[in-house]
């Protein structure tokens, strides 16, 4: 029996396409249940500012380094992204939903210090935290 040239490296390839093409198409796979129970966990702490990648992936089990990798892989965006883009989506809530001033908003909302919450808010949307609720509220 005569085997072609490299005929275990194009086996091989072939065995990890096929495993790769298994792991993206199901939905039950390890990462995917990761990437949500992590979600998960930065939805029901957002409020925390010790919510940090290091304290995720303590708190997980996991080097904080592979669960990013997860994370990026499943949602396009890093842990931290996700975090701060959860952050923000509460933080406008509040602007236009209540009263509260910008410190609370920023305390409640996790950024722990105003100064660093108005300096994410106006990257991430482009105006002040004033400004948004004079455009969105009727307060």
């Not at 086996?11 to 039950?28: G, H, Q, R, V």
């Not at 010790?50 to 592979?66: R, S």
């Not at 991430?124 to 509220?137: A, C, L």
């Amino acid at each position: 029996m005569i085997q072609k040239p490299f005929y275990k490296e194009t086996a091989s390839a072939y065995l990890k396409l096929c495993l790769m093409e298994f792991i993206n198409k199901n939905p039950d796979n390890k990462s995917s249940t990761l990437a949500n129970d992590v979600m998960k966990y930065v939805y029901e702490n957002y409020s925390s500012p010790d919510l940090t990648n290091n304290h995720i992936a303590e708190v997980f089990g996991y080097h904080p380094y592979y669960l990013n990798n997860i994370i990026k892989t499943e949602t396009g965006k890093t842990l931290h992204q996700q975090i701060v883009d959860y952050r923000l989506s509460v933080a406008t809530n509040y602007l236009v939903a209540s009263e509260m001033d910008v410190n609370t908003i920023s305390w409640k909302s996790g950024f722990g210090t105003v100064s660093y919450f108005i300096k994410t808010f106006k990257e991430k949307m482009g105006t002040t935290p004033h400004r948004y609720r004079k455009e969105h509220s009727d307060f």
